[in-house]
């Protein structure tokens, strides 16, 4: 259910501010990125969220193979932690980025907290999914980094 909550979140960030991104499911996840991501307002309809920059922290707490209740058999599995170090609350978009080992992106899924209240962190874990790494073979996932993190209003 979680997922298809997630696969549903990252569609919309797709449509709005054009960055491909995956599905996730919510539970813990060190790097962290805040980039600014840009929106038009004339553009933006009723349906489409809109991107602002995001005061928010994304945390990988772990990530490895290993063998998942939800993710299944040998899963490339990351633990994350999305801090709102803003003075709202919001709904939040994380991107991540799995790497080969020449640091080289293979793909990308993405992470969403929605209605995260200020100073508060949302903990979850996700995998990629077979079509989410378009650039290599799953099992070859050496690593994972942050990218761009949204705030959504919708």
């Given at each position: 259910m979680s997922r298809v909550r997630l696969a549903v979140g990252a569609a919309a960030v797709v449509l709005a501010a054009g960055v491909l991104a995956g599905c996730g499911d919510s539970d813990s996840g060190g790097e962290t990125s805040s980039k600014p991501a840009g929106g038009d307002k004339a553009a933006s309809a009723e349906a489409k969220p809109k991107a602002k920059a995001a005061p928010a922290e994304v945390k990988i707490v772990k990530s490895g193979y290993e063998n998942h209740d939800t993710w299944g058999e040998n899963a490339y599995v990351v633990y994350w932690e999305l801090t709102n170090t803003g003075?709202?609350?919001?709904?939040?978009?994380?991107?991540?980025?799995?790497?080969?080992?020449?640091?080289?992106?293979?793909?990308?899924?993405?992470?969403?907290?929605?209605?995260?209240?200020?100073?508060?962190?949302?903990?979850?874990?996700?995998?990629?999914?077979?079509?989410?790494?378009?650039k290599g073979d799953i099992n070859a996932i050496k690593g994972v980094r942050v990218g761009d993190i949204e705030r959504m209003e919708f």
């Open positions: 003075d709202e609350e919001g709904n939040f978009f994380a991107g991540l980025d799995f790497l080969d080992a020449d640091g080289d992106v293979m793909g990308s899924t993405g992470i969403t907290a929605d209605k995260l209240g200020p100073g508060k962190t949302a903990k979850g874990n996700i995998a990629p999914l077979d079509v989410e790494i378009d």
